[in-house]
């Protein structure tokens, strides 16, 4: 039973910044990705920035030199630093992670992708 749970999110001027933070709880056996996606009204879900376990992070071409994401494993913690913030980043903010699991009884590899209710955020002068 896993559970990711955001938080951050809130009203800020344009030009201004926040941070969010999500941490992901239950049985855990390895994170292999975290990421956050937005969803603004009437649009479709997209990604916003990535982190792999390694490798490179990946931005939306809209948040790069504005937006890092950045990852606390021991905690396993993923945030997204924001700034300069536009109207245009107006959305629902929901983190994503990719996690495998060992199952109690069986003993078998279960990999799943889980979600965040989403915070929101609103750039509004």
């Known amino acids: 039973q896993v559970r990711l749970a955001e938080s951050g999110g809130g009203l800020v001027q344009p030009g201004g910044s926040l941070s969010l933070s999500c941490v992901a709880s239950?049985?855990?056996?390895?994170?292999?990705?975290m990421a956050w996606y937005r969803q603004a009204p009437g649009k479709e879900r997209e990604l916003v920035a990535s982190e792999p376990s390694s490798g490179a992070t990946n931005y939306a071409s809209s948040v790069k030199g504005r937006f890092t994401i950045s990852r606390d494993n021991a905690k396993n913690m993923v945030n997204l630093q924001m700034n300069n913030l536009r109207p245009e980043d107006t959305a629902v903010y929901l983190c994503?992670?990719?996690?495998?699991?060992?199952?109690?009884?069986?003993?078998?590899?279960?990999?799943?992708?889980?979600w965040g209710q989403g915070t929101q955020v609103t750039v509004y002068a």
């Open positions: 994503e992670a990719d996690i495998s699991t060992i199952e109690d009884i069986s003993q078998t590899w279960v990999q799943g992708r889980y």
């Open positions: 239950g049985s855990i056996t390895r994170i292999n990705e």
